[in-house]
């Protein structure tokens, strides 16, 4: 009979504060939990704690319970409060029921019993994290991504266990979908997170200046070459390049933005040296690489070489949960960038059904706009935002206008439940622009059923 061998657990994404006096305990559990993937980072007292707290997002704290001065429970208000959503374990050699059932009610995730199998606890950790699912990853997220829609958080899942490798990260999406945002939280939250973050926009650089803005060039290069001019890569060195909008650059420059991903080296125009680089890709692109690919327009190695890790962003349209989280956290960042102690002014419900009804084909840059604009035009006694203020304000709203009063749907008493769902389905699709997609998850149910439910007709 073979022996088999259970999978090690996967720590990769998670950071995690170890609080022991013990120098021996606090060595070996951090060790063992680098070694599954982890980022550990230790502390021997209270003080020290607070302080790695204050500087990181910590996803775990592991803390034991008796200290030379004080208790690692008094680091859980602290952790409670810069990181909401993290977890919080005391390990102690002296535990009781009580104690356990004590700590349990103030907010500890769970009581551990010295000696800690560290492979147990690895185990353990996983399992909690993924059970805290969405609010974890909104937590982590939290300072660049505003998102509460599954469909958002399905989109994301993944970049925790991106950030923690170095393998080229590719991120498709509509324009104002919030590309460069994903691209500096992989940054953030990766180990390249104490070196810079350098975005270049490939599609508004001329193709005359694009090796000179990548790769620098030495002085005396060509004419107006003055000095030496260290080049996008070089900046990012130790870092992150973010490649933003790479279906536009020219497809004569591919292969040299190739050889430079696989040897790992660069050379200045007008150089001769090759200089090693030490950079992680992060591109992004609105266009669908595989079809310009099939056009001749995209080299397909290029494409496999950046394509390993993929992120593929919903359009505001998809997401519709997130709507009215991203207007009123939109509104009240303007509104507190223009002054002042003005409580931000709330939707009426017929504002935020008009509001969601729209279709944003600029995504959240339209969105952010458009609150920027009514933010500037908005009285400042205005309490609550009515359907004719927003229409007013942001005429483009008007045209969803009939959709939200067409809502009300009559119902023949006599009509069939066939002929009555029907109607809904008919409804649906006319508010959706016939979309099949939107008009299912407005009729809460799958694709597929209402697919099955038009070919009944």
């Known amino acids: 009979m073979m022996a088999t061998t259970d999978t090690l657990p996967d720590l990769k994404g998670l950071q995690i504060l170890v609080l022991d006096d013990d120098q021996a305990i606090q060595r070996s559990l951090a060790r063992a939990l680098r070694g599954l993937g982890a980022t550990v980072h230790t502390a021997g007292d209270l003080r020290t704690a607070e302080l790695l707290l204050e500087s990181e997002p910590m996803t775990i704290v592991l803390a034991d319970l008796k200290l030379k001065q ?28 009580d104690s356990a059932v004590t700590a349990m009610k103030h907010g500890v995730r769970d009581y551990l019993q010295k000696p800690v199998d560290p492979i147990a606890l690895a185990r353990r950790l996983q399992h909690d994290v993924a059970a805290c699912g969405p609010s974890y ?39 104002g979908t919030g590309k460069e945002l994903v691209a500096m939280a992989v940054h953030d939250i990766s180990p390249r997170n104490t070196g810079p973050f350098v975005a270049v926009n490939c599609g508004a650089i001329p193709e005359s200046m694009l090796e000179s803005e990548l790769f620098g ?23 992150t390049l973010f ?51 099939e056009a001749g327009l995209f080299r397909r190695d290029l494409l496999y070489r950046l394509d390993v890790l993929q992120i593929e962003l919903p359009p505001l349209r998809e997401r519709r949960q997130d709507i009215i989280l991203l207007a009123n956290h939109f509104l009240g960042r303007t509104l507190e960038e223009m002054g002042g102690d003005r409580p931000s002014p709330s939707f009426a419900s017929e504002s935020e059904a008009l509001l969601q009804a729209y279709p944003w084909p600029g995504n959240i840059r339209e969105l952010r ?44 008493a006599q009509s069939t439940l066939a002929e009555a769902e029907q109607l809904l389905i008919n409804a649906a699709l006319k508010r959706t622009d016939f979309n099949r997609r939107e008009a299912a998850r407005l009729l809460g149910v799958g694709e597929r059923t209402l697919r099955r439910k038009l070919n009944e007709k």
């Open 369 to 412: 706009n458009a609150m920027t604009r009514l933010a500037v035009r908005m009285p400042p006694e205005m309490k609550e935002i009515s359907p004719d203020f927003l229409i007013t304000t942001l005429p483009m709203l008007g045209a969803d206008a009939s959709r939200i009063k067409g809502d009300v749907i009559c119902i023949p």
């Open 137 to 175: 990853l909104e937590n982590r997220l939290a300072p660049y991504l505003v998102f509460q829609d599954p469909v958002m958080g399905e989109a994301l899942a993944d970049i925790p266990r991106y950030a923690a490798l170095d393998e080229p990260v590719l991120i498709y999406g509509e324009t």
């Open 217 to 239: 060039h030495e002085k005396g290069a060509f004419t107006g070459a003055a000095g030496l001019h260290r080049g996008r890569f070089e900046q990012a060195s130790g870092g």
């Open 70 to 97: 004080g208790t690692g429970l008094d680091l859980l208000p602290i952790f409670q409060q810069r990181c909401p959503s993290g977890l919080f374990y005391l390990i102690t050699g002296h535990g009781s029921v």
């Open 243 to 293: 490649l933003d909008e790479i279906g536009e650059m020219p497809l004569q420059f591919q292969v040299r933005l190739l050889r430079v991903l696989e040897e790992r080296t660069i050379q200045r125009l007008g150089g001769e040296r090759s200089l090693p680089v030490d950079v992680r890709i992060v591109a992004a692109t609105h266009r669908d690489l595989l079809k310009e690919v």
